[in-house]
């Protein structure tokens, strides 16, 4: 199974601070890299997928970038609304996994 | 508009049984994958297991593999979790998602809650 890290496990930030949360995979996974944005108390909802593209709808202060095992999710100006959990997800092979997930405070 | 609407969670006993629904609309169901994803309380998102969209194929994470069983109805735009054998670890938010054709799970539930407790 491919193993999923991220870090940080958590962070605190402004409101316009940019932040990035990086995800590292146990083995290459090309750019099979899907991010998720999870409220609290609400379903997950995809960010990014393909590492770099863009989910309809999502701000444009989200991006992602990264191949192979290393991959980023920026937030170039964190927003209030921001306050949530972030997973990234590999879809190279099965079993999927995710990351264990970062929580992004707002200070 | 599109949504995936899960139901049938609740509490159960140890060893005993219990089928999840999932009900879609709004889009061409026989068309996508689709997944069922748990998060245990506090916890991350686990990947449970998938349906191809003809329903003929299907994978599951070996924590549930030979215990869950996952269907679709095609004509009734639905998908189902058949669990059996659970167990306290089986305690879990479920959710329905989409697949977005190897794009990333596009489209989620709210969930549904399944306690497992004597």
């Known amino acids: 199974d491919i193993q999923m890290t991220q870090s940080p496990s958590s962070l605190s930030a402004s409101v316009g601070d940019r932040v990035t949360i990086t995800c590292r995979a146990s083995?290459?996974?090309?750019?099979?890299l899907n991010w998720y944005q999870q409220k609290p108390g609400k379903a997950p909802k995809l960010l990014i997928y393909?590492?770099?593209t863009l989910q309809s709808g999502v701000p444009s202060r989200f991006t992602g970038g990264g191949s192979g095992t290393d991959f980023t999710l920026t937030i170039s100006s964190l927003q209030s609304e921001d306050l949530a959990t972030y997973y990234c997800?590999?879809?190279?092979?099965?079993?999927?996994?995710f990351g264990p997930g970062t929580k992004v405070d707002i200070k | 508009e599109v949504q995936v609407v899960e139901s049938g969670g609740g509490l159960v006993q140890p060893g005993g049984s219990l089928r999840l629904s999932c009900a879609t609309s709004?889009?061409?169901?026989?068309?996508?994958?689709m997944h069922w994803v748990r998060q245990a309380p506090g916890k991350g998102l686990v990947w449970v297991t998938r349906?191809?969209?003809?329903?003929?194929?299907?994978t599951y994470a070996d924590s549930v593999k030979g215990r869950f069983t996952i269907s679709r109805d095609n004509a009734k735009n639905k998908l189902y979790l058949e669990m059996t054998s659970l167990r306290a670890e089986d305690t879990a938010v479920y959710y329905c998602?989409?697949?977005?054709?190897?794009?990333?799970?596009?489209?989620w539930g709210t969930g549904t809650t399944v306690i497992v407790s004597s």
């Open positions: 349906i191809n969209d003809v329903g003929s194929s299907s």
């Open positions: 709004g889009f061409t169901f026989s068309s996508h994958w």
């Open positions: 083995q290459s996974i090309s750019r099979y």
């Open positions: 998602a989409r697949d977005s054709h190897s794009s990333g799970m596009d489209v």
């Open positions: 997800q590999q879809s190279d092979s099965l079993p999927l996994t």
């Open positions: 393909a590492a770099s």
